[in-house]
């Protein structure tokens, strides 16, 4: 941040005695001087050239790949130049929301906006204000539907294993059980989840495309949940709602899903957002915090926090979630990454998605790997070829590029996104049949 400037020792003094206090050792005179720390042994301090250089030689030791074909719940899009630049203003440089909410209209503003563009996207009724990530996004929306005499969460076994893993360690602080739809074909057993319902099931979490990028049939599977009294959550990539039945078409009660590929980069891992959004029955039932609009006392239009069940303001217990905070800066770069876009930019890069994962399949299948499932997918596919993964993935590596990830020695999930060219893929493909044919 530019404008960023630490206290000189003549600051520090002067703000020492306007609180009474004649060293920075009286400021710590009640706490016993057996376990104050004496010295820190901090190295002397460098230049701004020489931290930046540190800094560099640090970052050479990281393995950098131009060329990506790697997905599971982390996607490699383009950024438009824009994001950055209204992002990385000072301004908006927090992850916060301010708790003097209503004196900060702009950043309450971008949030209600960040909401209305998620409701657009989704169909459903209302946004919260988001949360962590899409892992925490899923177990939050099964916190919303439990009841008391409805406590069993049921996940379909072709989800993302580490949001599972999320839902199991939410449900498990809970007392809920969880229990696994198993897949069938690469997408959930249908007639095992009509089993599997009864009069205690709170609801269904499922992923569009799921794990394996294979299209699941929504539809089907919201009709089965909602004959047994329960709510059906879905678990959508932002990227493909742009050209496929939004959730709220398929008849979801709640729709979440994972924000890193609307304009946020791969980042090591995070920080990423995680969407909720939701019918207008569940609305009360929403973690966080909510951004509404209204109208000041002049008739100005004016915007406020609004259903705030959270524990901060009312006994723990009594609370919806136990989310703290929300994602703001990560949030608005969803924003501006969607209204950059606009509706046709994000079909033309799904549609992108789409024919290049297509191409991609074709050529590794002429390379010699065999899809592994016949259903419709988005961008996501899974390959078969006995003995070869960690072979396949060594020599693309070898050569500057990131494959896909091994599921197993015989089998690799590819992604392919707007970004991957047709002389990469060309180059990956040639790659992968050299080492078939060994």
């Known amino acids: 941040m530019g404008s960023y400037l630490p206290n000189t020792e003549q600051a520090q003094e002067e703000m020492l005695r306007e609180i009474g206090a004649d060293s920075f050792d009286a400021l710590f005179a009640h706490i ?25 030689n640090m970052a050479e030791k990281n393995r950098r790949f131009r060329h990506i074909f ?83 969460v049921y996940v379909s076994a072709a989800v993302n294993p580490q949001v599972l893993q999320v839902i199991k360690t939410y449900c498990y602080a809970s007392n809920a059980v969880v229990e696994i739809i198993p897949e069938k074909n690469g997408v959930t057993d249908i007639e095992a989840l009509r089993g599997a319902l009864n009069e205690t099931s709170a609801c269904f979490y499922m992923q569009q495309p799921n794990f394996y990028g294979i299209l699941e049939d929504a539809d089907a599977l919201g009709s089965i949940v909602h004959e047994a009294g329960a709510k059906f959550i879905m678990g959508c990539n932002p990227i493909a709602l742009a050209v496929m039945k939004t959730p709220a078409e398929c008849g979801a009660d709640i729709a979440v899903g994972e924000g890193q590929p609307l304009g946020l980069g791969l980042a090591f891992g995070g920080p990423y957002l995680g969407f909720m ?49 929300n994602q703001a800066l990560c949030a608005l770069t969803a924003s501006v990454y969607l209204s950059a876009m606009g509706e046709e930019g994000m079909k ?40 070869k993964s960690s072979k396949i993935l060594n020599k693309l590596e070898e050569n500057g590029i990131l494959g896909g990830l091994m599921l197993s020695e015989d089998e690799i999930l590819w992604c392919a996104t707007e970004k991957n060219t047709k002389a990469e893929i060309d180059l990956a493909a040639a790659l992968v049949k050299e080492v078939c044919e060994e």
């Open 70 to 152: 790697r997905g599971a719940g982390a996607y490699n899009h383009y950024i438009p130049a824009i994001v950055g630049s209204v992002v990385g203003k000072e301004e908006f440089v927090t992850a916060y929301t301010p708790y003097q909410a209503e004196i900060s209209q702009g950043i309450l503003q971008s949030i209600f906006e960040y909401q209305t563009m998620i409701c657009e996207l989704t169909g459903m009724d209302a946004s919260n204000a988001s949360v962590y990530d899409g892992a925490t996004a899923a177990a939050e929306a099964v916190a919303m539907c439990r009841e008391r005499k409805r406590d069993r």
């Open 277 to 325: 959004a939701a019918s207008s029955k569940m609305l009360r039932k929403l973690p966080g915090r909510i951004v509404g609009e209204t109208v000041d006392r002049d008739g100005k239009r004016a915007y406020v926090l609004t259903l705030q069940a959270r524990e901060q303001h009312i006994r723990r217990e009594k609370a919806s979630s136990n989310i703290c905070s």
């Open 348 to 387: 033309q890069a799904a549609s992108l998605c789409i024919s290049k994962a297509h191409y991609l399949a074709a050529e590794l299948e002429k390379a010699g790997l065999r899809p592994k499932y016949s259903q419709p997918y988005f961008h996501e596919f899974v390959t078969v070829k006995q003995g």
């Open 32 to 56: 016993p001087e057996e376990v104050r720390v004496k010295d820190l042994n901090l190295p002397s301090g460098k230049s701004e050239l020489e931290v930046m250089e540190e800094l560099e």
